[in-house]
């Protein structure tokens, strides 16, 4: 048993209403349990109580023993004063406001299989905590829920890229720049890819636009992979030189190559492929920042990403070792990986901070359209019975299953409550 079980039970009205008496002796009638409060103070606020024959409208506080109170520090604060009801499990002292009157309590009863259900969930070892039961959802409420999860998913993405734009003195170009590249290194090398945008601020490779040669030396050189060798061949001595002279022109210290990850990965995810691609991207991209707030075409936005690496790419995954003949084209699954994190969540949080509904609009239009990202845990969500029919979809189950399902917070899922009624 929980505090935030009782809070559930009272929420939800699951219990015997016929049975509700203070352990005064005084008959409790629930007209309104109140809004939840999911920051400092009460429980619940505005709820209306009728106590015997008085109707009460105030602030709720519950908690697993009554003593509680006490040791949470309530006696002392201000901000409990005007609690109507205390709402306990089990009534182990009196409890007063801070101006000394005695407050009534409540010991809340529920039917016990709501408890065994909840207990159930809390205490399950498999991939998700209802895994067992799944089938017994309703599936269309959990499609309702999609909006909440996704508008969750958008505000941690909104937190984090303002947090970004601070650091970068409110510079959108130089924040979303950031923010592609990380997502460029996709999961495994996202960190490193980061630290490389962070270590080459774009207007450095803008200044060489003209010439993808110098853009690939800039990007390359500052990874730290054009120093992990002594020698190699004539086009991996080239981009060192290159790179040598750009670095003392801007005065430049690159990152240690040691960082970058190729142990199990695909030969074309390897970093130094991704790098290529990135600099393509750069040296033919200078308005995709601007194209993606003009632009409400989905299509004409992956034609920006319809990016090859450079000639020598063709023939290599890494430098110095020549491979079969591959032409090393983004692709289109790479493309929407891109687009969903960070072409979406940055038109969203812009069209937020700058009062533009129609770009928020869009960047759901966008998830509407793509096709749902294919990976372990959408293969499982699926296996299940659940219909992921594009991103929007993908991204609110990623959601669930991250923070929701793995932190078992069952008692705030439109699955695990079901389940818990019963």
Do not use: C
């Given at each position: 048993m929980t505090e935030e079980f009782l809070q559930f039970v009272w929420e939800q009205r699951l219990f015997d209403a016929s049975q509700l008496v203070t352990v005064s002796g005084e008959k409790v009638r629930v007209a309104d349990p109140g809004v939840r409060n999911r920051d400092a103070g009460p429980d619940f606020f505005n709820a209306r109580v009728k106590l015997g024959k008085t109707l009460w409208a105030g602030n709720i506080e519950i908690h697993k023993n009554a003593s509680d109170w006490y040791r949470h520090g309530h006696h002392d604060d201000d901000a409990y004063g005007n609690i109507i009801l205390h709402v306990v499990q089990r009534n182990?002292?009196?409890?007063?406001?801070?101006?000394?009157?005695?407050?009534?309590?409540?010991?809340?009863?529920?039917?016990?299989?709501i408890l065994e259900n909840y207990r159930l969930l809390k205490e399950a070892t498999t991939w998700i905590p209802c895994q067992e039961r799944f089938h017994q959802a309703d599936r269309c409420k959990l499609k309702i829920g999609f909006n909440r999860l996704m508008i969750a998913r958008l505000q941690e993405k909104t937190n984090e890229i303002t947090g970004r734009l601070r650091q970068n003195n409110h510079d959108w170009n130089e924040t979303f720049y950031q923010l592609l590249a990380r997502n460029f290194g996709f999961r495994t090398n996202a960190l490193p890819f980061d630290m490389l945008a962070r270590a080459l601020p774009s207007s450095i490779p803008a200044k060489h636009r003209d010439s993808l040669f110098q853009t690939e030396a800039l990007f390359f050189g500052q990874s730290g992979l054009l120093h992990e060798e002594l020698l190699g061949d004539d086009y991996f001595l080239e981009l060192r030189k290159e790179y040598d002279f750009l670095a003392a022109k801007y005065h430049l210290r690159s990152m240690g190559g040691h960082l970058w990850?190729?142990?199990?990965?695909?030969?074309?995810?390897?970093?130094?492929?991704?790098?290529?691609?990135?600099?393509?991207?750069f040296y033919r991209s200078e308005g995709?920042?601007?194209?993606?707030?003009?632009?409400?075409?989905?299509?004409?936005?992956?034609?920006?990403?319809?990016?090859?690496?450079?000639?020598?790419?063709?023939?290599?995954?890494?430098?110095?070792?020549?491979?079969?003949?591959?032409?090393?084209?983004?692709?289109?699954?790479?493309?929407?990986?891109?687009?969903?994190?960070?072409?979406?969540?940055?038109?969203?949080?812009?069209?937020?901070?700058?009062?533009?509904?129609?770009?928020?609009?869009?960047?759901l239009e966008w998830l509407d359209q793509l096709p749902a990202e294919e990976n372990a845990v959408i293969s499982r969500w699926k296996a299940l019975g659940v219909e992921v029919e594009n991103a929007f979809d993908s991204q609110a189950l990623l959601q669930l299953k991250r923070h929701f399902c793995d932190r078992r917070l069952c008692l705030e899922c439109s699955v695990g409550t079901q389940l818990i009624i019963g």
């Open positions: 182990d002292r009196p409890v007063f406001r801070p101006g000394g009157e005695e407050i009534p309590t409540l010991e809340l009863p529920f039917p016990p299989r990850k190729f142990l199990r990965l695909r030969p074309v995810n390897f970093p130094t492929v991704r790098i290529a691609q990135f600099a393509t991207l995709l920042f601007s194209a993606m707030l003009e632009q409400a075409d989905l299509r004409e936005i992956r034609k920006l990403f319809d990016i090859t690496a450079s000639p020598y790419w063709d023939s290599h995954y890494k430098f110095s070792h020549p491979s079969k003949k591959s032409v090393k084209h983004l692709g289109e699954e790479a493309t929407n990986i891109l687009i969903i994190n960070t072409l979406v969540p940055f038109l969203f949080v812009y069209g937020e901070l700058t009062r533009t509904d129609h770009l928020k609009d869009r960047a």
